[in-house]
């Protein structure tokens, strides 16, 4: 796993600053998502004291990547209409 990040990291250190957005931009929004998520879920949890196992939060770096790879498809998709529109 850590193999896989370290080449997603290079891949986009070595991209054009458009695509180095469009990751960025996404993964930051991810992040965001996910954090308020888990949240979210921990107080529902205390507050309605169920108890889970630990193993839930395995679940959040896939998480992570199904809201990354979501937002970065959908920036792409969305630049392209922008970009038809235009010319």
Do not use: C
Not at 24 to 53: C, D, K, N, R
Request: no cysteine.
């Amino acid at each position: 796993m850590v193999l896989g990040i370290l080449l997603w990291a290079r891949q986009v250190a070595h991209s054009d600053e458009l695509t180095q957005r469009f990751h960025l931009v996404a993964l930051g929004i991810a992040a965001g998502v996910i954090s308020v998520a888990s949240v979210v879920a921990a107080l529902l949890l205390t507050i309605l004291s169920v108890h889970v196992s630990g193993a839930i939060l395995f679940w959040i770096l896939p998480a992570l990547w199904v809201v990354y790879g979501f937002l970065r498809k959908w920036m792409r998709w969305r630049w392209q209409n922008r970009a038809r529109r235009t010319v």
